[in-house]
């Protein structure tokens, strides 16, 4: 499975982007899908996930009320609308997928795609 992830940009502090993530490959099945975000200087950190259906979403603590994860109607497709983003959402973000719900390590990511916010 590859994964490929575009949206990323340059923003304002209180602007929004949209991030996609598409999968390709093995993508008869569906996957459980995740966005994280890794800063300069820091570890990668978890962002949202979202399950096999949409039905069940994850948020960090940090983005809950701003971001928003969904599926696309193409199956393995999802997005994260990022809105009220501030500096400290600069980072670079990832997507990821995996067979099992919030796995400790994701199988599958894709290539990073860059976000920042400036003030």
């Known amino acids: 499975v590859q994964l490929q992830a575009s949206g990323g940009g340059l923003a304002q502090a209180g602007g929004s982007l949209r991030l996609s993530c598409s999968a390709s490959g093995r993508t008869s099945r569906s996957y459980v899908m995740g966005w994280f975000r890794q800063a300069p200087g820091k570890e990668r950190e978890f962002v949202a996930a979202?399950?096999?259906?949409?039905?069940?979403?994850r948020y960090a603590e940090s983005v809950k009320g701003r971001f928003t994860i969904s599926r696309g109607n193409v199956k393995n497709t999802m997005y994260l609308q990022m809105n009220s983003l501030k500096p400290e959402d600069t980072a670079v973000y990832y997507c990821?997928?995996?067979?099992?719900?919030?796995?400790?390590?994701?199988?599958?990511w894709g290539q990073g795609t860059q976000v920042t916010v400036s003030s």
């Open positions: 979202i399950d096999w259906s949409g039905g069940i979403i």
């Open positions: 990821a997928a995996d067979d099992r719900w919030l796995p400790t390590t994701w199988t599958y």
